[in-house]
């Protein structure tokens, strides 16, 4: 089982927490898409500098990883927070990095993260 904190990746195993890589990523939105395929938004840990843009807020937009340790930009790296997005339909989210960030790409404006978006 994983559990997205706003602290970082953790898996639970025999009831005990464990983190997963050693970096303290805000994970607010995150989901296993598929076997070794994990999507997430919320914030980056302020010492990993692949996930910060430099003049630009701390925000994930959207970023993939196939082991819950290395995190890649994917998507809107630095200007949106997407946490709280209503995708258009639930099999839109559970596709493809590629389908989730074109659609973000197409619903985000500077200012407007998307529908439904914080």
Request: glycine share 10%; aromatic share 6%.
């Amino acid at each position: 089982m994983y559990v997205a904190t706003h602290t970082g990746l953790f898996t639970i195993e025999d009831g005990t927490a464990r983190r997963v890589g050693d970096r303290y990523h805000d994970l607010m939105g995150f989901t296993i898409a598929g076997p070794d395929d994990f999507l997430a938004s919320g914030h980056p840990d302020l010492n990993d500098q692949t996930l910060l843009k430099p003049e630009a807020p701390p925000l994930l937009g959207l970023v993939a990883s196939d082991d819950g340790q290395d995190w890649q930009p994917v998507s809107l790296l630095g200007e949106v927070d997407s946490t709280a997005c209503k995708p258009p339909t639930a099999r839109s989210t559970a596709t493809t990095p590629r389908r989730v960030a074109s659609w973000l790409a197409r619903t985000a404006k500077p200012g407007n993260p998307g529908p439904g978006c914080r």
